[in-house]
């Protein structure tokens, strides 16, 4: 038996022999700075496995730019083993110590570190190694800590994202965290060159330590906030700030004072419809881009459209929530772009004006039978909000139900259509149990738009 493993080694050797000398053969001509480039391009697992294959790809797999270790890479079909995932974790934190101690010898710089991992302790070591990053000139940094609760396994604890990293980080554009800790400090913070900032699940100890974050980013142009714990009110203050994104993060209120801001996105949730928010972003006169969703919205925060953000050209609003009887009045006149989603019935005092619009996309996903509102749908209600979009662009419309879109004949008799001028409409409709025929619909839709070219699909809608 001994002998057989004995020959099977011999023979494995040989084929890992025969097969490094392939490679060289092909390998031993090309630039390092190619290698170095098809090198990056993959895990640094995959990278040191391609240097098993090659002798001068081994060489220069260790100075790679790139630096990629994820603990989840090589996932097992099933569920693992309590016995398997601690083996696993094992090899996994030798194999980057082992990794990180041959990259400390290489002075050259990291373009790109970063690290996906369950994290039980140990913070030292995590911090040694972002660290070394850090040393290296790092452009981009992600770092994402799985949280997990199993038996056998300890609970989840916190990292605290080093001061080291916060305040010696100079050659950082991109930074990317994921359930990680910002503690308070009184240390300062100096992210000179970041350009981008990601973080997701990251838990702040108090709103002071994300506006002392915010406040070191001087040259920050992209920032996108998700989950995040521990804001009840941001307050954020930049000259470099393009684009800001907020979802589904326990924030009760926002104060920007951004002038050079294009594009703001805040995304609540199921809570936040029914939740008193504060949105004060009025001085960020050069927004181009407004998205909310999911949250509660007053008639005197929309009546400040126009005069607050002279050039705004998109506008998207999903499931907001308003009072049902207050007076909702929007004006913005150079928006070009207009989305508007709602799950409740049409409410009574509902105007919009956008003088300059050229397509509108609005979805009535409203259902009868599963709806808590007070009113039934209104034909009504419903033929005064489409006069809005009365514009020569294009309207269109997605309704869950083909009746939700045949105006009755008295409706007909009484009014005139409310889009005469419009020139393209376009209707998309969910399965029905009721069969409406086409050419009935076409009546209806012709009506609604005489002077337009109208198209109907079929669409399922979730």
Known sequence: MARKRKNADRNH??????????????????????????????????????????????????????????????GQAGQPSADNCKLKRKMFIK????????????????????????????????????????????????????RERKSGVRSYRPFYLPQAILNNAKSLTTLKLQN????????????PSLKTMSLKLVQFRSTLSFMHLISGCPSLEHFLLTSCTGLSDLKILSFSLKSLEVVDSDVRGIQVEAVNLESFKFHGNVFSRYMWHIFNIFSCQRVRCIELSDIFLTSEWCEGFNSSFPLLESLILHKCHWNYWEHIKIFSQNLKRFVFSDSEPIKPFFSMNFPN??????????????????????????????????????????????????????????????????????????????????????????????????????????
């Open 13 to 74: 050797d040989k084929k890992q022999h025969d097969a490094r000398m392939v490679m060289d053969t092909y390998t031993a001509e090309l630039p390092d700075n190619f290698i170095h480039q098809v090198l990056s391009l993959l895990s640094t697992k995959h990278a040191a496995r391609a240097g098993i294959l090659s002798k001068e790809w081994g060489h220069l797999w260790s100075s790679v730019p790139v630096l990629d270790f994820d603990e989840d890479e090589d």
């Open 95 to 146: 194999f980057m110590r082992r990794c990180l101690k041959r990259r400390g010898k290489d002075e050259s710089n990291i373009e790109k570190f970063r690290l996906h991992m369950r994290y039980f302790g140990g913070a030292t070591i995590v911090s040694k190694w972002l660290s070394l990053a850090v040393e290296r000139n790092v452009k981009e940094l992600q770092i994402s800590f799985i």
């Open 180 to 191: 990680v800790t910002v503690k308070d400090s009184i240390d300062p913070i100096s992210l």
């Open 357 to 462: 619009l050229s397509e509108a996309r609005i979805d009535l996903s409203y259902r009868p039978g599963e709806s808590a509102g007070p009113f039934p749908w209104n034909f009504y209600y419903l033929k005064k909000r489409l006069e809005n979009f009365n514009c020569p662009g294009k309207v269109i419309l997605h309704v869950t139900l083909p009746e939700l879109c045949t105006f009755p004949q008295g409706i007909r008799n009484r009014f005139t259509p409310p889009l005469p001028s419009l020139k393209h409409l376009e209707v998309d409709i969910g399965t029905s149990t009721t069969e409406v025929t086409h050419s009935a619909l076409m009546d209806f839709l012709n009506w609604m738009a005489p002077a337009s070219r109208v198209l109907i699909h079929k669409t399922t809608f979730a």
